[in-house]
């Protein structure tokens, strides 16, 4: 059976794109089953109907709360059966039911060489911190903001004249490639998370992941 992901975003989308186009490649070998955006007008929704994958909207304005929006959004992916639920630029906080319900089978994408600068606003915090280097992390998720176990990371060299932009530009690059190559140890059944941590065919993950220039051989 093919794996199955259900890819959730709230923006741009382009790390949505660069997954179809890692699936069209064939270098990843899974099927998008649905797109969620909590934002109507989300562009990376264009990538999923171009791509004639199904999409889901949910404004979250329209619920009571931050559980029933939660609720709302499991009882649609769940239509579609996902094996891995794909956090890639959707803005909102999860609650710990919904972390629970996909727990061991949710991952994300975070702007930062992780445990450094959790939260928002990323690049700039790099940048007045007067961090070298800085990257992005695929991690997964769990009750604490962007602080589940990290599988993989990315760097980037941070130059003396950078801005937000230039470097955010940079570090989505790497995302493009990083978030594919992940998944695709996910979809072959190589990368697993239970109580005895993140694993790669049964070995226990380093701390700060796999860098993506030093990847472990086939
Ligand atoms: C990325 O920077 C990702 O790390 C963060 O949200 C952004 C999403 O970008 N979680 P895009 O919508 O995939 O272009």
Redesign the pocket.
């Known amino acids: 059976m093919t794996h199955r992901l259900a890819i959730l975003?709230?923006?741009?989308?382009?790390?949505?794109?660069?997954i179809i186009a890692a699936i069209s490649a064939g270098t990843l070998p899974a099927e998008i089953a649905v797109v969620l955006s909590n934002q109507t007008n989300?562009?990376?929704l264009n990538y999923a109907v171009q791509a004639g994958i199904p999409t889901v909207t949910l404004d979250h304005r329209n619920y009571a709360s931050r559980d029933h929006f939660d609720q709302a959004v499991i009882a649609e992916l769940d239509r579609f059966q996902p094996d891995t639920v794909v956090?890639?630029?959707?803005?909102r906080i999860l609650t710990p039911a919904f972390v629970h319900h996909y727990r061991n089978r949710l991952l994300?994408?975070?702007?930062?060489l992780l445990p450094l600068h959790r939260g928002l606003h990323?690049h700039q915090r790099a940048l007045d911190a007067g961090d070298s280097e800085h990257g992005?992390s695929v991690h997964f998720v769990n009750d604490e903001l962007d602080g589940g176990p990290v599988i993989a990371q990315a760097r980037v060299a941070v130059h003396a004249n950078d801005s937000e932009e230039t470097l955010?530009n940079r570090?989505?690059l790497r995302?493009?490639e990083l978030y594919p190559r992940v998944l695709q140890w996910r979809a072959t059944g190589r990368l697993t998370l239970d109580s005895q941590g993140a694993q790669l065919d049964g070995q226990p993950i380093p701390a700060n992941g796999f860098d993506l220039d030093k990847w472990p051989a086939e």
């Open positions: 975003i709230s923006g741009k989308g382009s790390n949505l794109q660069a989300a562009g990376g956090l890639a630029g959707f803005m994300n994408i975070h702007p930062s990323t992005c955010s570090v989505h995302e493009h």
